[in-house]
């Protein structure tokens, strides 16, 4: 059982909640039993390590399981060093460091199916706000998340806690810069649409279609224009009641679920 917070192991662990440490290295941490669960069943070969708890293991034994069936190296902590690893103010009891593997933007494109639905999220700086959307994209069944060279690090700990896990169910493309990005969409036939406050066109009367992209700003400033006016349709989605705006999440999330409906009902 390793039981010194102080050790040189811990400080490893615990560096990695600084995105120059994460970048140089290519690895970043996943806490709690939700974010460490699917990363042992979905992506085991990109785990290097598992720190557990005496206590979370036997709260969570399909972890241990999972863990020893894919030969990771499964460690024993105290709580005191569980804690010293993480950024969460109040660690679970079980963190895992992961590497980082991601597909580069032309082969997730060229895996993308007929019928395909992504979501670029561009400026996105919100840690909170960036793992929502990825987890809205993976439950309304997106297929692929792009996010540009200015948005928030997806590695960074408050966006893989705030994606519960999704961050390893779908393909995800980041540092990409989004001219790029729009570019590479459109010659693959993929629709633009930019979910923005100022678009003519209302969710309900979007053409979804076609396979489309979403794309969304910055959760202040929206889109900037020039990247608005590069896309092929302006789409709000409409306030009813005497709400301001919805976040960039909420918005994500209904436009989202707006393609999921579509494409179920061409199914």
């Not at 639905?117 to 809205?136: E, F, H, Q, S, Y």
């Not at 297929?143 to 995800?172: A, E, T």
């Not at 590479?184 to 279609?209: C, F, K, N």
Request: net charge negative.
């Amino acid at each position: 059982m390793l039981t010194n917070p102080r050790s040189d192991r811990v400080k490893a662990v615990r560096a990695l909640s600084r995105r120059s440490v994460r970048s140089r290295t290519g690895l970043f941490l996943a806490e709690g039993p939700q974010a460490v669960r699917e990363a042992v069943r979905f992506a085991p070969d990109q785990v290097p390590d598992v720190y557990v708890t005496a206590e979370a293991a036997e709260r969570h034994p399909e972890i241990v399981a999972a863990a020893e069936a894919g030969g990771l190296f499964l460690h024993e902590v105290s709580p005191e060093v569980l804690e010293a690893m993480c950024d969460a103010d109040h660690p679970q009891g079980v963190v895992a460091v992961c590497r980082w593997a991601e597909p580069a933007l032309d082969v997730a494109l060229g895996a993308l199916p007929p019928d395909a639905v992504v979501c670029v999220l561009t400026n996105v700086r919100d840690p909170g706000n960036a793992g929502t959307v990825i987890r809205g994209a993976d439950a309304a069944g997106a297929d692929l998340v792009v996010l540009s060279d200015s948005s928030v690090d997806v590695r960074s700990p408050k966006v893989v806690r705030s994606s519960v896990g999704s961050l390893w169910h779908l393909p995800i493309v980041t540092g990409v810069p989004i001219p790029v990005i729009l570019d590479a969409l459109r010659a693959r036939g993929i629709r633009l649409l930019a979910a923005d406050g100022s678009g003519a066109t209302v969710l309900p009367e979007a053409d979804l279609a076609r396979p489309h992209a979403w794309v969304l700003g910055n959760e202040a400033w929206g889109l900037e224009p020039e990247v608005r006016d590069a896309c092929d349709e302006v789409v709000r989605v409409p306030i009813h009641g005497r709400a301001e705006s919805l976040n960039l999440a909420m918005a994500a999330t209904l436009c989202l679920y707006a393609s999921a409906a579509a494409r179920d009902a061409r199914r």
